[in-house]
Nanobody
Framework: QVQLVESGGGSVQAGGSLRLSCTAS????????MAWFHQAPGKEREGVAM??????TYADSVKGRFTISKDNAKNTLYLQMNSLKPEDTAIYYC???????????????????WGQGTQVTVSS
């Protein structure tokens, strides 16, 4: 059973940066499709970025601003968020699917392991 714990959320002004971390236990990040989702109040959970050993992909809304990466030796997934906007305000969740490669689907139902989430608030 994979367990995911996010950290690094907080409050920042528009244009600022934050780095989220997600530490995995019970499984190795090298063997799973790993992803970040976010969910704003009153909205559905949406995919932000996804990575496996073959590559990565981003939602159009964050391309050029966010970078997903992972350190398999530390079993940790990261999301570097730059040029943050108020519309990035949401709870950010780490997710894992597998073991195996990504299907490159941002449907939440494609992921079977989830963290508890970390709040990101961007003020204008």
């Amino acid at each position: 059973q994979v367990q995911l714990v996010e950290s690094g959320g907080g409050s920042v002004q528009a244009g600022g940066s934050l780095r989220l971390s997600c530490t995995a236990s019970g499984g190795t990040t090298s063997r799973y499709c790993m992803a970040w989702f976010h969910q704003a109040p009153g909205k559905e959970r949406e995919g932000v970025a996804m990575i496996d050993t073959d590559g990565y992909t981003y939602a159009d809304s964050v391309k050029g601003r966010f970078t997903i990466s992972k350190d398999n030796a530390k079993n940790t997934l990261y999301l570097q968020m730059n040029s943050l906007k108020p519309e990035d305000t949401a709870i950010y969740y780490c997710a894992a699917d597998g073991p195996g490669y990504c299907s490159w689907s941002f449907l939440p139902t494609a992921f079977n392991y989830w963290g508890q989430g970390t709040q990101v608030t961007v003020s204008s």
